[in-house]
């Protein structure tokens, strides 16, 4: 079990609350460049961050809860089915929030600028005893997130229990690609 990661506040007033682990390293993003918000679902994360003054852009295979706004851009995509539409592009910070689908992770890492940040945060194997996910093709494996981003810097991790929002057990990584002058 970990402490939370901080208070979680309101993405709007008609959805759930921002996640606390996105909350807390969004600080790290620079506003450069653009963030895209990966299986954005509602978009509780793009419309924060669109709100802090990001560029943001939320793909979803399903945007019927999204709109576009003042610094958010939205595109429909089936991201397991679909070819990547981000190839050639580079974003200042890449956000997953309670999804997981393998085969992106080498895209995700393509697409993340030099000093760019990775917010990963979904569910872990243990998961299965608080609900679901429970299937293990949708849980991460113990240290995974680790694994997925060696060669990046690893800026905050955490895996096991989560009270908040809901009892779960999850897995959460900040990491950032090195620019060429760090």
Request: with cysteine; net charge neutral.
């Amino acid at each position: 079990m970990f402490p939370a990661a901080g208070r979680s506040v309101m993405a709007s007033d008609r959805s759930s609350p921002v996640s606390a682990w996105v909350e807390r390293w969004s600080r790290r993003i620079s506003q450069a460049g653009c963030v895209l918000d990966v299986a954005a679902g509602n978009g509780r994360h793009a419309r924060y961050l669109a709100r802090l003054g990001f560029c943001v852009e939320a793909v979803d295979r399903d945007v019927s809860g999204l709109s576009a706004q003042p610094n958010l851009a939205v595109r429909q995509a089936d991201l397991e089915n679909d070819l990547w539409p981000y190839c050639g592009r580079q974003f200042a910070a890449i956000v997953v929030t309670n999804y997981l689908h393998r085969p992106l992770f080498p895209l995700l890492l393509d697409a993340l600028a030099p000093d760019g940040v990775l917010i990963y945060e979904t569910f872990m194997v243990g998961n299965e005893r608080y609900g679901r996910p429970a299937n293990p093709d949708f849980l991460l494996k113990p240290n995974e997130l680790l694994g997925v981003t060696e060669g990046l810097e690893v800026l905050g991790f955490e895996q096991g229990y989560a009270a908040d929002p809901r009892p779960a057990m999850v897995q959460r990584i900040c990491a950032r690609r090195r620019g060429p002058t760090s």
